[in-house]
Nanobody, 118 residues
Framework: QVQLVESGGGLVQPGGSLRLSCAAS????????MGWYRQSPGKQRGLVAR???????NYANSVEGRFTISRDDAKNTTDLQMDSLKPEDTAVYYC????????????WGQGTQVTVFS
Protein backbone atom coordinates (compact mmCIF):
# COMPACT_ATOMS: atom_id res chain seq x y z
CA GLN A 1 0.00 0.00 0.00
CA VAL A 2 0.98 3.63 -0.39
CA GLN A 3 2.77 5.31 2.48
CA LEU A 4 4.13 8.82 2.97
CA VAL A 5 6.18 9.21 6.14
CA GLU A 6 7.31 12.64 7.34
CA SER A 7 10.21 13.30 9.67
CA GLY A 8 12.29 16.22 10.93
CA GLY A 9 9.77 18.27 12.86
CA GLY A 10 10.48 19.71 16.27
CA LEU A 11 10.92 22.81 18.39
CA VAL A 12 13.07 25.66 17.08
CA GLN A 13 13.66 29.27 18.07
CA PRO A 14 12.62 32.16 15.81
CA GLY A 15 15.24 32.69 13.13
CA GLY A 16 16.29 29.06 13.25
CA SER A 17 16.08 26.31 10.66
CA LEU A 18 14.57 22.86 10.23
CA ARG A 19 14.63 20.36 7.39
CA LEU A 20 11.60 18.14 6.87
CA SER A 21 11.75 14.94 4.86
CA CYS A 22 9.02 12.78 3.32
CA ALA A 23 9.71 9.20 2.27
CA ALA A 24 7.27 7.66 -0.22
CA SER A 25 6.62 4.00 -0.90
CA UNK A 26 4.07 2.10 -2.96
CA UNK A 27 4.02 4.59 -5.84
CA UNK A 28 6.02 5.22 -8.97
CA UNK A 29 7.60 8.34 -7.53
CA UNK A 30 8.51 10.00 -10.81
CA UNK A 31 4.83 10.02 -11.87
CA UNK A 32 3.82 12.24 -8.94
CA UNK A 33 4.07 15.89 -8.10
CA MET A 34 5.00 16.38 -4.45
CA GLY A 35 3.98 19.04 -2.00
CA TRP A 36 4.05 20.25 1.57
CA TYR A 37 0.97 21.65 3.32
CA ARG A 38 0.45 22.91 6.84
CA GLN A 39 -2.40 23.37 9.28
CA SER A 40 -2.49 25.31 12.54
CA PRO A 41 -5.36 25.44 15.06
CA GLY A 42 -8.36 27.33 13.71
CA LYS A 43 -7.10 27.42 10.13
CA GLN A 44 -7.66 25.38 7.00
CA ARG A 45 -4.88 23.26 5.60
CA GLY A 46 -2.94 25.35 3.10
CA LEU A 47 -0.20 24.91 0.54
CA VAL A 48 3.35 25.65 1.62
CA ALA A 49 5.30 24.46 -1.42
CA ARG A 50 5.04 22.02 -4.30
CA UNK A 51 7.39 20.58 -6.88
CA UNK A 52 6.59 18.97 -10.22
CA UNK A 53 8.14 15.91 -11.77
CA UNK A 54 10.51 18.16 -13.71
CA UNK A 55 11.55 20.29 -10.74
CA UNK A 56 9.37 23.37 -11.19
CA UNK A 57 8.39 24.85 -7.82
CA ASN A 58 5.66 27.01 -6.31
CA TYR A 59 5.59 28.60 -2.86
CA ALA A 60 3.08 30.32 -0.66
CA ASN A 61 3.78 34.04 -0.48
CA SER A 62 4.33 33.77 3.26
CA VAL A 63 7.29 31.39 2.88
CA GLU A 64 8.88 32.35 -0.44
CA GLY A 65 12.51 33.26 0.05
CA ARG A 66 12.73 31.34 3.31
CA PHE A 67 11.68 27.77 2.39
CA THR A 68 13.02 25.49 -0.34
CA ILE A 69 11.37 22.31 -1.61
CA SER A 70 13.37 19.60 -3.35
CA ARG A 71 12.99 16.01 -4.50
CA ASP A 72 15.33 13.05 -4.86
CA ASP A 73 13.91 10.56 -7.34
CA ALA A 74 16.64 8.04 -6.57
CA LYS A 75 15.51 7.86 -2.93
CA ASN A 76 11.76 8.52 -3.40
CA THR A 77 11.91 11.48 -1.04
CA THR A 78 10.96 15.13 -0.97
CA ASP A 79 12.42 17.63 1.49
CA LEU A 80 11.45 21.04 2.79
CA GLN A 81 14.30 23.22 3.99
CA MET A 82 12.90 25.90 6.31
CA ASP A 83 15.09 28.88 7.20
CA SER A 84 14.45 32.12 9.09
CA LEU A 85 11.54 30.51 10.89
CA LYS A 86 8.85 32.67 12.46
CA PRO A 87 6.32 31.89 15.21
CA GLU A 88 3.55 32.02 12.60
CA ASP A 89 5.18 29.04 10.86
CA THR A 90 4.06 26.87 13.78
CA ALA A 91 1.80 24.13 12.39
CA VAL A 92 1.49 20.47 11.56
CA TYR A 93 3.21 19.93 8.23
CA TYR A 94 1.87 17.29 5.82
CA CYS A 95 3.46 15.63 2.82
CA UNK A 96 1.29 15.21 -0.29
CA UNK A 97 1.67 13.22 -3.50
CA UNK A 98 -0.63 13.59 -6.50
CA UNK A 99 -0.51 11.70 -9.78
CA UNK A 100 -0.16 13.84 -12.86
CA UNK A 101 -2.07 11.18 -14.85
CA UNK A 102 -4.95 10.47 -12.45
CA UNK A 103 -6.09 13.03 -9.87
CA UNK A 104 -7.85 10.27 -7.91
CA UNK A 105 -4.43 8.99 -6.94
CA UNK A 106 -3.60 11.47 -4.19
CA UNK A 107 -2.04 10.60 -0.84
CA TRP A 108 -1.20 12.29 2.46
CA GLY A 109 1.30 11.64 5.19
CA GLN A 110 0.43 11.60 8.88
CA GLY A 111 1.97 15.00 9.59
CA THR A 112 4.85 16.28 11.68
CA GLN A 113 4.69 19.08 14.24
CA VAL A 114 6.81 22.20 13.81
CA THR A 115 6.84 24.66 16.71
CA VAL A 116 8.66 27.99 16.51
CA PHE A 117 8.87 29.48 19.98
CA SER A 118 11.40 31.26 22.14
Amino acid sequence: QVQLVESGGGLVQPGGSLRLSCAASGITFTQYAMGWYRQSPGKQRGLVARITRTGNTNYANSVEGRFTISRDDAKNTTDLQMDSLKPEDTAVYYCNAISVANVLNQYWGQGTQVTVFS
